[in-house]
């Protein structure tokens, strides 16, 4: 591969589990003139050692790592992006999950495109995050979009009084230590607690804390 010399030569790694995509996916990219591919992983160990010593700008990397979890990859996203601060995380993956999207976002990713994506939007995609820009294909900003959107609602949605239940209720609190808490009673508090799950469509007092946790309130 020639480049010019005033070309930014953007470095890549990759890390999959699959080696024949590494070897598809490093094909594909080092056809372009200013991408080079300096190192691969397949596990979240050997990947952090190769980040450390390859110091690439961008780290493509799918969420699915092993046989044993789907989510590895959020794991890494979140160590890599606390040791190398400046390092631009794209994840490239077959999930199209709302809430993955936004726990890749939150555990440091700057990118989410998923692995049908054509050759030249993934290439668009790595050279915006190379310039510290975000990228994220249609179908995951979309997803962004709408759990962003579903979060403002939610927040609307539940008074001041009815968070601070909702965050005791996290706390693990039963009706009467809420009451005690707000200096309300406890009939008081089970209404409020019955108002909140009514508002997040939830039938149990767990399950509104883990939809709750997924829209960001607590």
Same mark, same amino acid.
């Given at each position: 591969?020639?480049?010019?010399?005033?070309?930014?030569?953007?470095?890549?790694?990759?890390?999959?589990?699959? &080696?024949?995509?590494?070897?598809?996916?490093?094909?594909?990219?080092?056809?372009?003139?200013? #991408?080079?591919?300096? =190192?691969?992983?397949?596990?979240?160990?050997?990947?952090?050692?190769?980040?450390?010593?390859?110091?690439?700008?961008?780290?493509?990397?799918? %969420?699915?790592?092993?046989?044993?979890?789907?989510?590895?990859? +959020?794991?890494?996203?979140?160590?890599?992006?606390?040791?190398?601060?400046?390092?631009?995380? #794209?994840?490239?993956?077959?999930?199209?999950?709302?809430?993955?999207?936004?726990?890749?976002?939150?555990?440091?990713?700057?990118?989410?495109?998923?692995?049908?994506?054509?050759?030249?939007?993934?290439?668009?995609?790595?050279?915006?995050?190379?310039? =510290?820009?975000? &990228?994220?294909?249609?179908?995951?900003?979309? &997803?962004?979009?709408?759990?962003?959107?579903?979060?403002?609602? *939610?927040?609307?949605?539940?008074?001041?009084?009815?968070?601070?239940?909702?965050? %005791? +209720?996290?706390?693990? #609190?039963?009706?009467?230590?809420?009451?005690?808490? +707000?200096?309300?009673?406890?009939?008081?508090?089970?209404?409020?607690?019955?108002?909140?799950?009514?508002?997040?469509?939830?039938?149990?007092?767990?399950? *509104?804390?883990?939809?709750?946790?997924?829209?960001?309130?607590?």
């Amino acid at each position: 591969m020639t480049v010019d010399a005033t070309t930014k030569v953007i470095r890549l790694a990759l890390v999959d589990d699959h &080696a024949i995509l590494r070897q598809g996916l490093r094909a594909v990219l080092e056809r372009e003139h200013d #991408l080079v591919v300096v =190192g691969e992983a397949s596990t979240e160990p050997e990947a952090e050692a190769m980040v450390a010593g390859t110091r690439p700008d961008v780290v493509l990397l799918d %969420l699915k790592l092993s046989a044993g979890s789907e989510f590895e990859g +959020l794991s890494l996203c979140t160590k890599l992006s606390a040791a190398h601060p400046g390092i631009g995380l #794209l994840v490239l993956t077959t999930f199209l999950d709302e809430d993955l999207v936004v726990r890749a976002v939150h555990a440091g990713a700057r990118g989410y495109v998923v692995k049908d994506v054509d050759t030249t939007e993934l290439v668009r995609a790595i050279r915006a995050i190379s310039s =510290g820009e975000s &990228a994220f294909d249609s179908r995951s900003a979309a &997803a962004v979009v709408r759990s962003m959107n579903g979060r403002t609602e *939610a927040r609307q949605q539940l008074t001041e009084r009815e968070m601070e239940v909702l965050r %005791l +209720l996290a706390a693990g #609190l039963s009706n009467n230590k809420i009451g005690e808490k +707000l200096y309300i009673s406890a009939t008081t508090a089970k209404f409020h607690v019955s108002n909140i799950m009514r508002k997040l469509d939830v039938g149990r007092r767990a399950e *509104a804390v883990y939809a709750a946790s997924k829209r960001g309130l607590i």
